[in-house]
């Protein structure tokens, strides 16, 4: 923890230097395994961060220990000052109040442009451990540390999914989400009474099967956060990777997507659903979302995306992605995690022509058609003369 590296930190000058900032301590670092932290090679007392998945890293090479240094000592000080006033007003201090004052401890630092998400996260760590510290509590107990200024939601979508449902509502529980709306349809598993069982979780059931657009649509009409989060009962993505999309959202992005590009297939390989994604983000004026879609999980919404999208509109997702487009709204796909290799495969979603492929391929043609009805037939291609078509395909 960081606790434990500013508790061994040397002195150079009068300045702190992280325990790990030599190029020599670094290569002792051995490999890190997905998911998982190592300690560094053997006789080092310090610790070596590895959060799960490329989203969800911290990055300290990137951070002055002096900045660490701060970040942990702002967190002791608020631990400290709300262990003070437990005992004074004899009123325990929740979670919330350590979430509440990362985030007005972030918001002080960085009233300018925030700083990328690993930054970030990195800093939050540092805070996290010094008010864990003035506690003696471990530092776990609060949680991934992002901070984030306004309020957020998830809407988890879940059929028969009894295995997974509650491993993804533990990772949950690590964020500072203000509520949790789990889609509940078709089930005939023990979802339900996993659902049922847990706290702070609003549950909405239908006996019949909707399908995750419907379902996300609901959630999305119930949900009151600022940001809402959309995932699917049937993975449990680590809440590290969870937090970027929350947080890249507040950076003032309306709709932000998962970049799953670095696990598909060249294009050749590619399947028709892959390949439909593409050619609508590219007649759409959006050839750098490439195969990113809203058709996958994760990805969040702004209030405002909701607000001018319509729930409706979200029981077809690259419909609702043409109309964010279209509408202007701020679309991107800063966010990576391995939704491919996590997918849970099921009979009816695999192999050629199934007949998610098929429904998923009918959802683009109404993109298209949407798009078409409020662009025009051209949509975003540019018209252009031969001569100027053939000088810009002999440049390439």
Not at 91 to 116: C, E, I, M, V, Y
Not at 207 to 233: C, E, I, W, Y
Not at 390 to 396: D, E, G, I, L, S
């Amino acid at each position: 923890m960081i606790g434990e590296m500013i508790k061994t930190k040397f002195v150079n000058k009068g300045k702190y230097r992280h325990p790990m900032s030599s190029v020599a301590a670094r290569n002792k670092v051995p490999r890190i395994g997905k998911g998982r932290s190592r300690r560094a090679a053997a006789g080092s007392r310090h610790r070596v961060y590895a959060i799960r998945g490329p989203s969800g890293r911290a990055d300290f090479k990137a951070v002055q220990t002096t900045e660490l240094a701060r970040a942990y000592q702002a967190g002791k000080d608020s631990g400290q000052d709300a262990l003070f006033k437990e005992r004074s007003e004899g009123t325990a201090r929740s979670q919330d109040h350590f979430r509440a004052s990362l985030s007005n401890w972030f918001g002080s630092q960085t009233s300018g442009k925030r700083p990328p998400f690993a930054h970030a996260l990195a800093l939050g760590y540092a805070y996290r451990d010094g008010y864990a510290a003035a506690r003696s509590k471990r530092p776990q107990t609060y949680g991934v540390p992002v901070p984030l200024s306004g309020t957020a939601s998830v809407v988890i979508t879940a059929c028969n999914e009894e295995k997974t449902i509650g491993s993804l509502l533990d990772e949950l529980e690590r964020l500072p989400l203000s509520e949790k709306i789990v889609v509940l349809n078709g089930c005939t598993d023990g979802s339900f009474a996993e659902v049922k069982s847990r706290k702070n979780v609003i549950m909405a059931y239908f006996p019949k099967r909707l399908g995750h657009d419907v379902g996300r649509s609901v959630g999305a009409a119930l949900a009151s956060g600022d940001s809402v989060l959309f995932v699917d009962g049937d993975m449990a993505v680590p809440a590290e990777e969870l937090a970027a999309f929350l947080y890249e959202r507040e950076n003032g992005t309306d709709v932000v997507l998962n970049d799953i590009s670095a696990y598909l297939p060249l294009y050749a390989s590619q399947d028709e659903v892959t390949r439909c994604k593409l050619f609508l983000n590219q007649a759409l004026g959006r050839p750098d979302l490439k195969s990113n879609s809203m058709t996958a999980v994760p990805h969040a919404l702004s209030r405002k995306a909701i607000d001018i999208i319509g729930t409706e509109m979200l029981t077809v997702p690259p419909k609702a992605q043409a109309v964010a487009i279209i509408e202007r709204l701020t679309v991107s796909a800063p966010c990576t995690t391995d939704v491919i290799g996590r997918n849970r495969l099921r009979e009816g979603n695999y192999g050629a022509g199934n007949n998610v492929a098929l429904l998923i391929l009918g959802d683009h043609v109404e993109a298209l058609n949407e798009a078409v009805r409020r662009k025009g037939s051209r949509l975003f291609w540019e018209t252009a003369p031969r001569p100027q078509l053939a000088k810009a395909r002999n440049r390439q």
